[in-house]
């Protein structure tokens, strides 16, 4: 079992506010990613990162922004949160190229 | 790119009846199929992976089919429990393992007691 944690859990702000989602995982894993889950259950690959200084945006435009410095630590920034950006963000990490991605537990964010 | 299809997008069954969820995938080449059960306010815990090397794997109540020819695959949930119900998804990936996925859409599974 992975371990990916997430924080917060949930998030109620208005609109305007700058936020940051936590996402660390403590197995060394190269690979992280983040997804953005509407309310229809699917999910759309926001960014993704190979490693320290790499980051990369994924196949759904975002207006988010993700930095890796650590290894452990994959952050995700609203600079300015507008009600659009109201949903669940799941972040996943991979560990070798025998496995798959494993999953934290997400946030939900409500932007007022 | 890769496309997945995931059907049904729910299902209801009765307690002890079986689940079927499909999914079909545009890219030949992909050759890794992970499913993924995701519960009421938890992320997608993976539940059983099948390599295109290979037709059919079973994990207890669960198994995972795949047809190459056909691109498609599907998960098979047998003698179904109240706690089966959630959200499944499946995915797929063309390097062998979960580097890069594309999702199916999900399936909402209802077990009625």
């Known amino acids: 079992e992975a371990d990916i944690y997430q924080t917060p859990r949930y998030l109620v702000i208005g609109t305007g506010k700058k936020i940051t989602l936590e996402c660390s995982q403590t197995m060394g894993h190269d690979k992280m990613y983040w997804y953005q889950q509407d309310p229809g259950m699917e999910l759309h690959l926001i960014h993704y990162?190979?490693?320290?200084?790499?980051?990369e945006k994924g196949d759904l435009s975002s207006e988010s922004t993700v930095s890796r410095i650590r290894t452990e630590h994959f952050p995700l920034t609203l600079e300015s949160a507008r009600p659009s950006h109201t949903s669940q963000y799941l972040c996943a990490s991979y560990r070798d190229l025998s496995d798959t991605q494993y999953f934290g537990p997400g946030t939900r964010l409500t932007v007022l | 790119g890769e496309n997945v299809e995931q059907h049904p997008s729910t299902l209801s069954v009765q307690e002890g009846d079986s689940a079927v969820i499909k999914c079909t995938y545009s890219?030949?080449?992909?050759?890794?199929f992970p499913w993924y059960k995701q519960e009421l306010g938890k992320g997608p815990q993976l539940i059983i992976d099948?390599?295109?090397?290979?037709g059919e794997k079973k994990d207890q109540r669960i198994a995972v089919t795949l047809n190459k020819t056909a691109k498609h695959f599907s998960l098979h949930i047998t003698e179904t429990q109240p706690e089966d119900s959630a959200v499944y998804f499946c995915a797929a990936s063309t390097n062998n393992a979960g580097n890069m996925l594309t999702f199916g859409g999900g399936t909402r599974l209802m077990v009625k007691p």
């Open positions: 890219d030949s080449a992909s050759n890794y």
């Open positions: 099948i390599r295109s090397n290979v």
């Open positions: 990162s190979y490693g320290v200084n790499s980051t």
